[in-house]
């Protein structure tokens, strides 16, 4: 690399997303380093949860940043840069589950990024362990329009109108896909005991 | 209580702060009152805040390296990490581009070709990543220009080059008969099938997995398939262990060594072959970084021990290292505590 390519990608860190994307538009790919720097962990993440598998996860990863530039006239700057990347990735996910045999598989996975030996006491360990298997489980019972909207909600921080956008429904839909998996996700996670059964008991 | 349905529903987005500032101040009035929803109300912040718990993953620095390579091939790279073909691999690459398959020449071999021509080299105008197969017997050739299906019986099991092979498909278009099916792209489109213990079907398998350069198939899909297929014990294959074991040491990939090592689980007792199975599961329980690894191969280990095999000395020593390693992962110490319980009480 260059001193003046070094200097560029310095002076890119500064420009603003839609910034980048004109020059992408322009046909020049120098900024594709810096946009994948700073979007690449929440696709990877999101698509991590979304599928349960990290191969997959990584395929998604580099597959949404090359459709990003190959299909960089069809970014509106008016919408957020994110916004149009998760577009791409929820796509990519949901081909990629309607294949037959890339449903997601029990278990998969998890075990693949506990903290390090020393970092946590092993009771901390063994807490930490479940409370991660505890929600895997319960993201896995979603369905997937479900998961989708609520790894987007919790875990990216989307707005409702946002997440219509990216999965193509109204913002009723959305709402409505959140309640049913937070319902879902609560009585797994804090058991039917909690909520539900007894608010219904008290109005009757 | 209709009411009381309405603020359950505002529940998610009072948390997800959607609401309008009247509605919130409502829902949480109601909140105040209510006893059943207050109950609701701590239950799902409970449920929100669990979530947290759930860690963020870092990319790995492979994926940006093959990003940046297929879009910028120009560019220098020194700021990403490269990937290097491990060097258990590199006999493969090193091995004449030659594949020899008895009856079929997939690149250039003609449909009449002069019967009887033993091992003449065809492929003279290939690339030298496609790999050539030559005729060796006076079985009937097969040209490339179209798909096309050759039965494995009649292919020689013996890949001797690199052929990059690609869009690989794993059939078994009828449960019910011993036939299966691998579908590949070289030059043309080709389907081998054939008995899963027809030893160029085993060599076929065994090349796709131990293929590790490309993206495509999916790794984890021909192991799931090698799992299905070669885990019933009238299939057992010692080739499909040793490849198996070479994932296990070799593949960059996490995801990937956790399957093979689960598949070596479930492969008959029998088909562990001169003992690479154990050398490869002793080796993933000392050096594997994973500890999902690790504790996997404890249990294949006991499973090996279970169906009759004697675990050697090595093998015992290093499970109890392992059980009581202070720096340990705390669930691979507890598995190899309970696996020296099961197998040497």
New interface residues.
Partial sequence: ??TS?LRDQREMKHLSDQELMKIVQAGD??P??EI?DRY??RI??FA??FLR????A??A??EV??KM?KHASQFNGDAKLSTWLFSITANWCRDYLRKA?NKPKEG????????G??EYS?ER??E??E??Q???KALAALTPDQREAILL???QGL??AEIAQISGCSEGAV?TR??RA?ET??KA??GES???N??????? | MPECDVMKESMPLLLTESLDPVRRELTHQHIEGCAACTEEWLAYQETWSLLTDLPEVDVPARVKSAFLAQVMPQAERSNVLPFHRRPAFKWVAQAAAVVVIAGGGYLAGHRNAPSGSVLQPIAATNSANAGSFLPVSTAPTYSIAETRTLPARAISPNIEGRPDIENVNFIDTNPNDEEIGVSFDITSHVTVTGRPTDKSMVRLLRYVLENEDHMTPSRQRAIDWVRTTYSRPHNADPEIAEALANVLRNDTHEGVRIKAVDTLKTLPATASGDGDTYKALIEALKNDPNPSVRMKAVEALVNLARSGAVLSNETLDTLRQKASQGDENLYVRVKAAEALKNVHP
């Fill in positions: 690399m260059t390519d790919f120098s594709a380093s994948y690449s962990t990877y993440n991590f949860r598998n990290s191969e997959a990584e395929d990863t580099q940043f090359v530039l045999d998969e996975d998890v075990l693949l990024h506990l903290p030996s020393g092993p360990q063994l930490q362990r409370n991660e505890r929600i895997q909600s919790r875990y707005s409702y709402k959140v309640f937070m996700m609560k996670l804090t909690r909520g539900g007894q608010c219904l008991n008290a109005m009757s």
